[in-house]
């Protein structure tokens, strides 16, 4: 069996903490069992680890968060890079296509996709042994986790299961996705189930579907026509229209904690950050900013702070943020992780951006220029070795160094390096950036 | 008449926005008939202005608010420094020995004492003349406004009036600080006042108490003298000792605006700032970050944010505020209005602080050297004539400045002058300064 994982997600429904970049399953609200914070994608991973020691997992994601992917997940990930966001068929497809072409695997194996953002306990992963046995066996051409639900909600999709085909399988009569509550209810009465979003089927057969959508050579001819597939999601292309399918229940913990409600149940404390209540009753806090949030006298609240933003939030009503933040004007993301550390933009102005720049031990920044601004970076702390235009030297705290636009800058950290950077300039984008060989090398971390 | 207008107040009651140097008087969270932004003092200044021409003011504070004075009443007004914070009578008293000694004004003057952030309409200030009469043709020695009352609350001191003297103005029976709810009622019922904090009598009065507490023998001397003074409030030193009060009683709009529920019912919007929200009821907001608040689903609620921190409050609950401020670790203001522009701080690290400078066109922050602080400043934008150590060169945009610990500077906006300050130390204080004569001479404003 091999493992594909989908990370994406526009983390809008978690909004101050997660964005575009910093979707929510690399959000450390967690914690493991040692206490320490933890994310969804580093719980998962861990729980799929410790089920299965040697297996192969994949992710598919996009260029934004492969950062955060190896921050998260480590180096022993397969990366599948979407050229662009399609909907779950094309990257389960783009996938698949990868196992079979570039890392050969068998067309007989089992896949399981799974999302990367699923809050369960360990029987749940358990459970995809039953999936494969299913799937090796040819009981059903696809094999699905369906979760007992514990409400009557219209958040999620719901799976009827048929007769019974094994000890702990069903054949999956049909799907209603999203009914209105009083319906969910009487659906739950006869026995339905939450699609948890994992399917498991042979590496053949999602491969054969593709190549009837789409003639393709390989893995390189399929990315670079990837634009070629339609924007429809797995369910719809593949599990809605598959006569053979099999259900395997699933009975404990699981949410997709895709609202701040969901997510309340599952934070290990109430606040967090710098914080201080008095009477309140029933706030959840967490705060990632420097500067304290007293909560006095409140009442079934969320709040949270990032440098993205501030959300005060009844919990119920929590669930309608996303409109609400579609509805923000278009924003730089002011937080972000990278490979070599983490930024925060402290500052804008119409013609500046300030940012503080933590890089960690070893890692460095890729040689680099850009066009529409200076930067004047001061080592606030820390040492470094610092590259303009091709000239190395060792830099220290209180040190200022100044880039003009044009000019190929790298800086790598000899220990834990702060910058603040500022810069000047009137385009000042991310995307303002033009990668270059490496002058310097980072060290193993 | 002169007026002596007292500005002091911690400014916890309405944290964040307040701290202890931008106190709450200086809040541009009212607006003016034009609809522009104003704050109390501005507010107080203008109707005082408008009911009274010609008034001499003097206004007692403390060298922290003197740029926030000037800032908000101008260059007209004279100011009598506190040596230290030591109550209202202290403060009275000095500002009728400046007056006495160093304006000249005849002892049989009459004096009217005023808060600087009482939000009342014009016919309040228009009492004052009562008050005059009272005081020169000797019918009290001491002349109070009483308010009355809009609700038995145990926030202000009342006031019992007994007799007429005249046909607005009452002898004063009694006073009773601060009852219980009950007493207030009952209080009420028989026709008790609030006391309103405005003392109307002839400057001799107040100089013939004085000199029977300390002989002094001018202003110079009773300031160098200032910690000999007792730490008590006029009220108790002087109104509650004195048999001849009177008391004008006024009707209409008054409000010390001391908690965030009593501003919340003078804010002209109920939101200001980089908001938005949702099926929200009843619920207040300021913002004055840069970063989005959204408020989803909330009631009687309060939320606050700026540099200092995010305030999330149930409305009544609020008054409950200075205490849990109080709380809260020692910190640095993050940001503040200076005679020469504002600053805020927009990160800080165990050894480093990053500033965000405005200086107004015209106008140069003073001649001066750190001895724990290396600064390093980037023009972002503007013009500025920049000195160190005596070394004059004209700065613009994009320009990098390092001033080292000892080194003297000062820098004069040619046109409004942004700049980023990196301050790097491990000792980082606004006390870490010592100034010099000017180098660079300001223009007039």
């Known amino acids: 069996m091999q493992i594909i994982m989908l990370s994406g997600g526009s983390g809008k429904r978690l909004w101050p903490l997660s964005n575009d970049i910093r979707s929510k399953q690399f959000l450390k609200i967690l914690v493991d069992e040692y206490g320490n914070p933890q994310s969804m994608a580093q719980r998962v991973y861990g729980q799929i680890c410790e089920a299965y020691p040697q297996i192969n997992i994949t992710v598919a994601t996009n260029i934004s968060q492969v950062d955060s992917i190896r921050s998260h997940m480590g180096e022993n990930v397969n990366i599948v890079l979407e050229p662009e966001r399609r909907d779950t068929f094309p990257a389960i497809a783009l996938s698949c296509a990868f196992l079979a072409y570039e890392k050969n695997v068998d067309y007989n194996e089992t896949i399981a996709v799974l999302p990367v953002d699923s809050y369960t306990e360990h029987g749940f992963f358990d459970k995809l042994k039953s999936l494969d046995k299913i799937i090796s066996s040819d009981d059903a051409n696809l ?93 719809y292309m593949v599990v809605e229209r598959e006569q053979r399918v099999a259900v395997v229940p699933y009975q404990g913990t699981w949410s997709d904690i895709g609202t701040w409600r969901t997510l309340a149940d599952e934070m290990p404390y109430n606040v967090s950050g710098y914080t201080k209540t008095e009477k309140t009753v029933n706030t959840y806090i967490v705060n990632e900013l420097e500067i304290p949030i007293i909560a006095l006298g409140t009442k079934d609240l969320v709040i949270a702070a990032s440098p993205d933003g501030i959300l005060v939030s009844d919990l119920v009503e929590s669930s309608q943020l996303k409109p609400v933040v579609d509805n923000l004007e278009d924003t730089r993301p002011m937080f972000e992780e990278r490979r070599w550390g983490e930024y925060t933009v402290i500052a804008k102005t119409n013609n500046s951006l300030v940012k503080q720049l933590l890089l960690y031990k070893g890692k460095a920044i890729s040689y680099q220029t850009h066009i529409h601004r200076d930067e004047i970076w001061v080592i606030v702390s820390g040492y470094g070795e610092f590259v303009l235009d091709g000239e190395v030297k060792r830099v220290k705290e209180g040190d200022t160094l100044r880039i003009n636009r044009g000019q190929k800058h790298s800086i790598k950290a000899i220990s834990d390096l702060l910058i603040t950077e500022v810069q000047i300039g009137t385009i000042l984008s991310e995307d303002d950036i033009e990668r270059y060989p490496d002058f310097i090398t980072e060290e193993a971390s």
Request: hydrophobic content about 40%.
């Open 143 to 235: 094999a699905l986790i369906g979760i007992k639900p514990s409400l009557a909600t219209s958040k999620y999709g719901y799976i009827i299961p048929g007769k019974k085909i094994s000890k702990d399988a069903s054949e999956v009569l049909q799907f209603v996705e999203k009914p209105e509550e009083d319906i969910a209810l009487s659906l739950i009465e006869q026995g339905a189930l939450w699609n948890g979003g994992v399917f498991v089927f042979k590496l053949k057969y999602v491969i054969d579907i593709l190549r009837r959508k789409l003639a393709f050579s390989d893995f390189n001819d399929l990315r670079n026509r990837y634009n070629e597939l339609d924007r429809i999601s797995f369910d």
